[in-house]
């Protein structure tokens, strides 16, 4: 079995100075393979007006190692910046100037089968490049990490709601297989499958996602006295506004006395209302703390500080934030979610999003240094597991085996042109609900 795994999304990101959780997952494929027979993996730049190419394996390598000491907050951090945009701005040149094209034709040539994995969503949308890779014999496996923008269209843009459903329809069109991140994502998926037209079942495989090795504490400052932590994009879905309120209520009851928030993402879209808060309301000035762009060491250490994680989202796909503060040790309340239970189990303390006055009451519960709830919670953490790598790729190795010995699905073109078209607004609408 030969495996050919897209890079476009890290090269394509490589301005940015601290990762999403797609980009983390795409660096543990990278990683995986890398250490494997270089004769059996080829890593590919890809995009939607040129043809793929095979990148060498020594600049995916420099590029993964520049990444993660960015990532971590080496020292050499800055350095790390410039080298991995350096290789990123070599793989664009190599792809334009079709450079690696030869290698890709020496390795869909080989007798064995050839599986293309895509482990972000990126290109899938404009699936011409899947469907050259699968008319020369590539198996086409995708990873899908949720269907958010389809599921809850009011949490994003209306283009990228398109481009979901352009990309579900390209996966239940085209790919051999599926990956998911929680079994959550994969109930969620099947009835879009259907509805999108996937021709027969598909295989699908739910894969929690793993964890990086936990880093020491950097000694990055933390706030006086007792703080909670929330880490994610700033966006409508994740429920900001609920905190900031709850927040705005305990700095005017509660003054000095009150806890910080601390918020650590980047602002995202569509945020407005959250924004004026954060600027423009007196009582959450002092109280309320932002950070993007830390390092995942400050991170870790500012987790390592707080009360507890609260994450109060309406909808996610899988919650690595969760995974990572329990990890830590740290204790979490969060939305009663399907995809966090699956993370979380039963260490930490769920709530609806919509339920304020049950939020305020853990939150001032939790910040107490007697706090019975957060200690319960401590004792409960000591029968969770942390997720790894090693057993992620447990599950996927022997599968994309399975998938690679079962029989390809072929691709017409009548699919191809059913994958290009934009679905109507309610295409893939398996349940409509009523609003109002």
């Known amino acids: 079995m030969r495996i050919l795994l897209d890079m476009s999304r890290l090269i394509s990101g490589t301005g940015r100075p601290a990762p999403t959780g797609i980009d983390r997952v795409e660096h543990a494929y990278a990683r995986h393979f890398l250490a494997r027979d270089p004769a059996r993996v080829t890593f590919l730049m890809s995009g939607p007006f040129l043809p793929p190419v095979a990148l060498p394996h020594a600049l995916v390598a420099g590029l993964l190692e520049a990444l993660q000491a960015l990532w971590q907050g080496a020292p050499q951090a800055e350095s790390a910046w410039r080298e991995a945009r350096r ?52 198996r086409f496996i995708p990873f899908v990490h949720d269907l958010i923008p389809i599921t809850h269209p009011e949490y994003a843009p209306p283009r990228s709601t398109r481009r979901h459903q352009r990309r579900l329809q390209s996966f239940a ?97 569509e945020n407005e209302n959250i924004l004026d808060m954060l600027e423009r309301c007196p009582a959450l000035s002092g109280k309320v703390i932002e950070h993007a762009g830390l390092p995942d060491a400050a991170v870790a250490g500012l987790l390592r500080g707080a009360r507890a994680l609260l994450f109060p989202s309406f909808a996610e796909g899988y919650g690595l934030p969760l995974a990572e503060a329990l990890a830590l040790g740290v204790p979490a309340i969060c939305s009663d979610l399907p995809a966090l239970r699956e993370v979380g189990g039963e260490a930490p303390d769920y709530l609806d999003p919509l339920d304020g006055p049950g939020w305020r009451r853990l939150i001032l519960d939790y910040a107490a240094p007697d706090s019975g709830l957060r200690q319960a919670q401590i004792a409960r953490l000591a029968a969770w597991s942390a997720p790894s790598w090693d057993a992620h790729f447990a599950l996927v190795d022997p599968w994309l085996e399975a998938c690679a010995n079962a029989a390809p699905r072929t691709a017409t073109e009548a699919s191809l042109a059913l994958s290009a078209m934009a679905p109507a607004p309610t295409a893939l609408a398996p349940q409509s609900l009523p609003r109002g």
């Open 87 to 138: 290789l990123a701005r070599q793989a664009r040149a190599w792809h334009f100037l079709g450079r690696g094209r030869g290698a890709l034709r020496q390795a869909l040539d080989g007798a064995e089968p050839v599986l293309h994995l895509l482990v972000s969503h990126r290109g899938a949308d404009r699936p011409g490049p899947i469907l050259a890779l699968k008319r020369q014999g590539a």
């Open 173 to 269: 069109t085209l790919a051999d297989g599926i990956i998911v991140n929680s079994a959550a994502t994969g109930a969620a998926l099947a009835p879009y499958l259907a509805a999108a037209g996937a021709r027969g079942p598909i295989p699908v495989l739910p894969a929690p996602l793993g964890l990086d090795p936990v880093l020491p504490d950097s000694g990055y400052a933390r706030p006086a006295g007792p703080y909670f932590l929330c880490l994610g994009t700033i966006e409508p879905r994740k429920n900001h506004l609920l905190l900031l309120h709850l927040w705005r209520d305990l700095a005017e009851t509660l003054g000095d006395a009150a806890p910080k928030l601390v918020l650590i993402g980047r602002r995202g879209w």
